[in-house]
């Protein structure tokens, strides 16, 4: 079981980038007040477990009534993953913008799609199939618990850290979910023609 949530964690763990994205939520929030700051912080933690967790159940009944398989989805998952990560590597996303409506930022831009990005959902997907509903929910309470932290101390982690090296750390992890991505390709494809990994 530890070795399930452990495999389900790091691909989510990755693909959330919390240390990347940390940047672009700090600015988003610079003008606001720290307390508005953590209520934006817990509403988005919450709108990102509710969407996921909804996404976990309800996307694997969508796939069976339209007859795709778990094969098909690591194909089409691991590609989708792919484009994410090089897209992340290549081009640097300045296009998110701040909103002035604080009392829905925590749902709208940052639980959704700041945290829970069309890559997370993915990887949920995935891995549920490759580890089951219990290790996943547990790997993606993990990683939401983590987000939570890292956004809830903002200030002090970007001083640690460092905007430049948060960034850095960001590509790094944006060339580890391409790896992951083609593993996901390659465990499809030998799905599909029967062929051991």
């Known amino acids: 079981m530890l070795n399930k949530i452990f495999t389900a964690f790091i691909p989510l763990f990755f693909a959330i980038d919390v240390i990347g994205i940390l940047p672009?939520?700090?600015?988003?929030?610079?003008d606001v007040l720290v307390d508005r700051?953590?209520?934006?912080?817990?509403?988005?933690a919450i709108t990102a477990f509710l969407i996921s967790t909804g996404f976990i159940f309800l996307g694997k009944g969508v796939f069976r009534?339209?007859?795709?398989?778990?094969?098909?989805?690591?194909?089409?998952g691991?590609?989708?993953?792919?484009?994410?990560?090089?897209?992340?590597?290549?081009?640097?996303?300045?296009?998110r913008r701040r909103t002035d409506a604080l009392h829905t930022m925590g749902v709208v831009p940052i639980g959704m799609p700041l945290i829970i990005g069309p890559a997370v959902l993915t990887t949920l997907l995935l891995s549920?199939?490759?580890?089951?509903y219990?290790?996943?929910?547990?790997?993606?309470?993990?990683?939401?618990?983590i987000v939570w932290a890292v956004f809830y101390y903002s200030d002090f982690v970007i001083?640690?850290?460092?905007?430049a090296s948060a960034t850095a750390i960001g590509k790094v992890f944006s060339l580890l979910l391409a790896a992951i991505a083609v593993e996901m390709i390659r465990l499809g494809l030998t799905d599909i023609?029967?062929?051991?990994p």
Not at 24 to 30: D, K, V
Not at 65 to 75: A, E, N, V, Y
Not at 134 to 145: K, S, V
């Open 65 to 76: 009534f339209l007859g795709i398989t778990i094969p098909d989805f690591k194909i089409a």
């Open 37 to 44: 700051r953590r209520d934006i912080v817990k509403q988005a």
């Open 134 to 145: 219990n290790a996943t929910l547990i790997a993606l309470l993990l990683n939401i618990f």
């Open 159 to 163: 001083k640690i850290v460092g905007e």
């Open 128 to 132: 549920v199939g490759t580890n089951g």
């Open 78 to 95: 691991g590609i989708l993953l792919l484009i994410f990560s090089i897209n992340d590597l290549l081009f640097a996303q300045k296009t």
């Open 193 to 196: 023609i029967g062929l051991k």
């Open 24 to 30: 672009i939520f700090s600015a988003m929030t610079r």
